[in-house]
């Protein structure tokens, strides 16, 4: 049975920092593509940022230079650090492995002072 378990979400002030992570299980987490991506109320789910199987990463515009994602092969972890938070990063977060299309349940995030 695959498994994406998130945590780390909560309430943060902006310009505070967040660390999500992403536990999985049931699948070669070596080999498998894998990301973050945000759902504000009443918008699409967005990429936020990915990382190939060979470690190459991608960051939406919106993003880059404020979160950072990697993955602790040991752990079967996949983290996304997020620093100088805005408010408009409020959103439900959810990590996503790739080939198979599978996904977590997600984490809130929500930046207000």
């Known amino acids: 049975q695959v498994r994406l378990v998130e945590s780390g979400g909560g309430l943060v002030q902006p310009g505070g920092s967040l660390r999500l992570s992403c536990e999985v299980s049931g699948i070669a987490f070596t080999r498998h593509t894998m990301a973050w991506y945000q759902q504000a109320p009443g918008k699409q789910r967005e990429l936020v940022a990915i990382?190939?199987?060979?470690?190459?990463?991608q960051y939406a515009d919106s993003v880059k230079g404020r979160f950072t994602i990697w993955r602790d092969i040991a752990r079967s972890t996949v983290y996304l650090q997020m620093n100088a938070l805005k408010p408009e990063d409020t959103a439900m977060y959810y990590c996503q492995a790739a080939p198979g299309n599978y996904w977590g349940q997600g984490t809130q995030v929500a930046v207000s002072s």
């Open positions: 990382m190939g199987a060979e470690s190459s990463t």
